[in-house]
């Protein structure tokens, strides 16, 4: 099977997989209204991977068939200083201070 991945400007890592170039017709108006302008970043042949991204081939192939596309969201990013803060019992943001 081979699907187009599109990419979008307005939120880094966030892509949108559709079983043929350029068809968003299964995409709801909606989701299309928050990804903006889909770009074209490939063409992917699934059964040359196992895994794409966060994704497994069989999965992705089944949300394909079943949906018509696939909503790729960029990984969670970590913030190593909050987590330090709350495991020493802290707030997990310093509070600013008032002059």
């Known amino acids: 099977m ?7 400007k307005k939120k ?4 949108l997989y559709v079983q043929n170039r350029d068809n968003f017709e299964a995409v709801p108006d909606v989701l299309m209204a928050q990804f903006g302008k889909p770009e074209l970043a ?14 497994s081939k069989d999965a992705l ?3 394909l068939e079943e949906k ?7 990984p969670k990013q970590e913030d190593w200083l909050a987590e330090f803060r709350v495991a ?3 707030s997990p943001r310093e509070e600013a201070k008032k002059f």
């Open 88 to 90: 020493k019992g802290l």
């Open 68 to 74: 018509g596309y696939y909503l790729q969201m960029p």
């Open 61 to 63: 192939a089944e949300a």
């Open 42 to 55: 490939m063409m992917l042949a699934l059964d040359k991977h196992e895994q794409i991204g966060t994704i």
């Open 2 to 8: 081979l699907c187009a991945v599109y990419k979008t």
């Open 12 to 15: 880094e890592g966030m892509y």
